[in-house]
């Protein structure tokens, strides 16, 4: 296996989609970190990058490295509270956006198997029926292609990597993905193609339904 190196992209070097006195929402881009890593060549992420502007911003919720899209972050510690308890409660609506391998033959459906990190081989996680937490994904066919499907998923909850082993679980992983697709479909995209797309929710200070979104790169 390659040695990872990691090489993020710099142009642009943050693109802020929405800001308000509480919250900053930014397109991340395939191949940067949402947090910094281990060791100083790590240091470069989107809470990195916000934070050289915005001190006070601070991390509510993730992107894996290689997935694309909206993320948010607080910038003060009552926006922080308010916006980590709607995530932990389930109270974001989050779409992303996925062209998987083959064609999906239900217009949607919802995959509910639970994950649990599989230790020998990490980062990857697996599904698990004993020990596994649940996890439920609900899924959307928007176009079908010769031999790849463009679907919007909804994740009903927010486990790790749980996008990428749910639609590899049901047949159909998603193209560009070194972890979960089989060499023929990593082949047959530039990158991950899994964007997250829009992530509605209660604004913290006024309460008010809040709809960001991130315009799709693929």
Sequence with gaps: MEEFVYNPPRDPFLEILYKDEDLIALNKPSGLLSVPGRGREKRDSLAWRTQRDHRSATVVHRLDLETSGLM???LNMD???NISRQFEDRQTDKT???????IVAD???E???PLIVDWPNRPKHMVDHVQGKKAITRYRVLTREADR???ALYPVTGRSHQLRVH?????HPILGDTLYAPPDMVAMAPRLQLHATELVLAHPRTGARLALSAPLPF
């Design 107 to 109: 217009d949607e459906g």
């Design 167 to 171: 639609m590899q679980s049901l047949g």
């Design 72 to 74: 948010i972050m607080a």
């Design 111 to 113: 995959i509910d198997l």
């Design 96 to 102: 992303y956006t996925a062209i998987v391998g083959g």
């Design 149 to 151: 499907t463009r679907v």
């Design 79 to 81: 926006a922080h509270r």
